[in-house]
């Protein structure tokens, strides 16, 4: 009796486990879906601001041609998914040990830059930096590959601006390394200080 008992448990048991399994695998598989939803929606939104932002500087006759120039050099690295992984890859490492000082210097122009704009012209400054900032998240959010090394990269931009500065200078040395590459682009601007 006992013996028929346990080999009438025994399926019972294997469909339970089997069940279960299911059960996890399958909650595991929507939370990761609806995470990346999420994470697609956000970039959406970001890209909107950015484009905004990037149209309302662009667009503005005040606007220097070269702070122009950047600003579209680096929002080509925003909509290309190789150079933006590769990007993100170089700022989302644990140090900065691999920063150069043509880094370090670029960054320190464009906070200049920047800071000089806003005394003259508060509101294009705002539109600079938003383009940016927005380019920025909606890179780390498209992809994602960019998505993981966002949470490491969260907290290292948030206590270290520099590194913001660093992801921004990169993102136009590599993007004027691209662009010269091209010849099909069609836009003729200013060439990029060497690295």
């Known amino acids: 009796m006992i013996a028929n008992l346990e080999f009438s448990v025994s399926p019972l048991v294997t469909l339970s486990s089997l ?3 299911i059960y996890l695998w399958s909650s595991r598989v929507i939370a990761k879906h609806r995470r990346r939803t ?31 120039w950047e600003l579209i050099v680096f929002s080509e690295q925003v909509s290309d998914r190789e150079a933006a992984l590769e990007l993100i890859r170089q700022v989302c490492q644990p140090d900065l040990s691999k920063t150069t000082r043509a880094d370090l210097k670029a960054a320190e122009d464009f906070e200049e830059a920047v800071e000089r704009l806003r005394k003259t ?6 539109a600079f930096t938003d ?8 890179m780390l959010f498209r992809w994602s590959e960019g998505a993981t090394m966002f949470i490491s990269f969260v907290a290292k931009a948030i206590s270290d601006h520099k590194r913001e ?25 200013p060439k990029p200080l060497p690295a």
Do not use: Y
């Not at 383009?131 to 909606?138: E, K, L, Q, T, W």
């Open 165 to 189: 500065a660093a992801f921004f200078s990169r993102a136009v040395r590599l993007g004027s390394k691209r662009t010269e590459d091209r010849s099909d682009n069609g836009f003729s601007g």
């Open 38 to 68: 999420s994470e697609l929606e956000a970039t959406e939104r970001l890209l909107r601001q950015h484009h905004k932002a990037l149209e309302r500087f662009l667009e503005d006759p005040k606007a220097p041609s070269d702070m122009k």
């Open 121 to 126: 012209d508060p509101d294009l400054a705002e």
């Open 131 to 138: 383009a940016i900032a927005s380019g920025v998240a909606a």
């Open 19 to 21: 069940a279960t399994s």
